[in-house]
T-cell receptor, first 114, second 113 residues
Framework: EPEVTQTPSHQVTQMGQEVILRCVPI?????FYWYRQILGQKVEFLVS????????KSEIFDDQFSVERPDGSNFTLKIRSTKLEDSAMYFC????????????FGSGTRLTVV | GNSVTQMEGPVTLSEEAFLTINCTYT??????LFWYVQYPGEGLQLLLK?????DKGSNKGFEATYRKETTSFHLEKGSVQVSDSAVYFC????????????FGAGTILRVKS
């Protein structure tokens, strides 16, 4: 069964450093998403991406965040200057349609900012 | 807005016990409703869904009924197994609020043999 692959599974970084979280969505999917979950809290939407541009973003997704699909297969989330409060589990997802079902999620990257 | 509230965990049950995890939604309209499950070390997987009032979603012995009158979508299973131990997330989707799933905080389920 097709999978969404995320790397690394765990990343530790120092405050102020840049991090790039990587995702390989399912090949025939058209919509791509990043969500995050701070420990013990809700899974929160960050951004959706379609046709090589951001289609929607949340208040969390400020100027420190950016997304890119550099080569037609990878989908990356960059945090320019990490803060302690960016520590969370980050989930990538992709879907064929924009109807809420048919999402496939990756297993997540746990980001720890120290 | 569109939001989801689910019961806090962890929920600890013995094998073959009955499971209920409560979920209620708040939305102006009728969202599609989902239960996702996350097994240890894995991603979020769709467990079941319902797209309109009175629909019942079911999968792997789990079921949930979309109740418009109580704005609820409670997850139930008649007899849990140790292998059901996981985190369960209720989620809603309403296009008027954008192309995104809105999740609850997740409920940890631990099943003891």
């Amino acid at each position: 069964e097709p999978e969404v692959t995320q790397t690394p599974s765990h990343q530790v970084t120092q405050m102020g450093q840049e991090v790039i979280l990587r995702c390989v969505p399912i090949s025939n999917h058209l919509y791509f998403y990043w969500y995050r979950q701070i420990l013990g809290q809700k899974v929160e939407f960050l951004v959706s991406f379609y046709n090589n541009e951001i289609s929607e973003k949340s208040e969390i997704f400020d100027d420190q965040f950016s997304v890119e699909r550099p080569d037609g297969s990878n989908f990356t989330l960059k945090i320019r200057s990490t803060k302690l409060e960016d520590s969370a589990m980050y989930f990538c997802a992709s879907s064929v349609r924009r109807t809420g079902d048919g999402y496939t999620f990756g297993s997540g990257t746990r980001l720890t900012v120290v | 807005g569109n939001s989801v509230t689910q019961m806090e965990g962890p929920v600890t049950l013995s094998e073959e016990a009955f499971l209920t995890i409560n979920c209620t939604y708040t939305a102006t309209g009728y969202p599609s409703l989902f239960w996702y499950v996350q097994y240890p070390g894995e991603g979020l997987q769709l467990l079941l869904k319902a797209t309109k009032a009175d629909d019942k979603g079911s999968n792997k012995g789990f079921e949930a009924t979309y109740r418009k009158e109580t704005t609820s979508f409670h997850l139930e299973k008649g007899s849990v197994q140790v292998s059901d131990s996981a985190v369960y997330f209720c989620a809603s989707f309403l296009m008027e609020y954008g192309n995104k799933l809105v999740f609850g905080a997740g409920t940890i389920l631990r099943v003891k043999s």
